[in-house]
């Protein structure tokens, strides 16, 4: 069970947009949509923004949408704000009932 | 609102074993549409999942860590709990309980603040 592979960092300037990646193999996000992504600025707790692949919690700003697309999952930030710099997680079921992460990606505001 | 607080002791010796308690307010651990699960994140590194006890005692573990983590529940005292033995300076992160999603999402939508376990002699 290896972590998922997401981009150590990504930036974007206020308003763009920016994609995060999340690549896993068939035996986790490819099998299952079972992907969820989290927020987690410096020194806070995780927040769950997307879970099953692209459905987003109450209070989550559609600006955050999540797709997928064979072994690789993605995040995207629409009208990029100051505030959503922070990393970002995924997380894939992985059959076997287990959970695998991945290693996280930093979002630079410029 | 639903709380999570983690508790247990903030140091723990080389090869000893690491304790904590998730203790949920503001709802019944008892419950079929919800799991619980702990979560680690070693300084400056990324997630880990640890482990998921369903309030029956079903339980479901990460098989890297397996041979050493026990996860139980005890519904009287709205609380479930983890142990890691034979802990090392690799074992050193803040550990997250969190509320797990139920109907196989496996998404944790409700997290504790963590709680930063040193491993040192």
């Known amino acids: 069970q290896s972590a998922l592979t997401q981009p150590p960092s990504v930036s974007g300037s206020p308003g763009q947009s920016v994609t995060i990646s999340c690549t896993g193999t068939s035996s986790d996000v490819g099998s299952y949509n079972r992907v969820s992504w989290y927020q987690q600025p410096p020194g806070t707790v995780p927040k769950l923004l997307i879970y099953e692949v692209s459905n987003r919690p109450s209070g989550v700003p559609d600006r955050f949408s999540g797709s997928k697309s064979g072994n690789t999952a993605s995040l995207t930030i629409s009208g990029l704000q100051a505030e959503d710099e922070s990393d970002y997680y995924c997380?894939?079921?992985?059959?076997?009932?287990?959970?695998?992460f991945g290693g996280g990606t930093k979002l630079t505001v410029l | 609102q639903l709380q999570l607080q983690e508790s247990g002791p903030g140091l723990v010796k080389p090869s000893e074993t690491l304790s904590l308690t998730c203790t949920v307010s503001g709802g019944s651990i008892s419950t079929t549409s919800y799991l619980w699960g702990w979560i680690r994140q070693p300084p400056g590194k990324g997630l880990e999942w640890i482990a998921t006890?369903?309030?029956?005692?079903?339980?479901y573990y990460n098989p890297s860590l397996k041979s050493r983590v026990t996860i139980s529940v005890d519904t009287s005292k709205n609380q479930f709990s983890l142990k890691l033995s034979s802990v090392t300076a690799a074992d050193r992160a803040v550990y997250y309980c969190a509320r797990q999603r139920g109907s196989g999402t496996w998404t944790f939508d409700y997290w504790g603040q963590g709680t930063l376990v040193t491993v040192s002699s």
């Open positions: 006890i369903y309030y029956s005692g079903s339980t």
């Open positions: 997380s894939s079921y992985a059959s076997s009932s287990t959970l695998v």
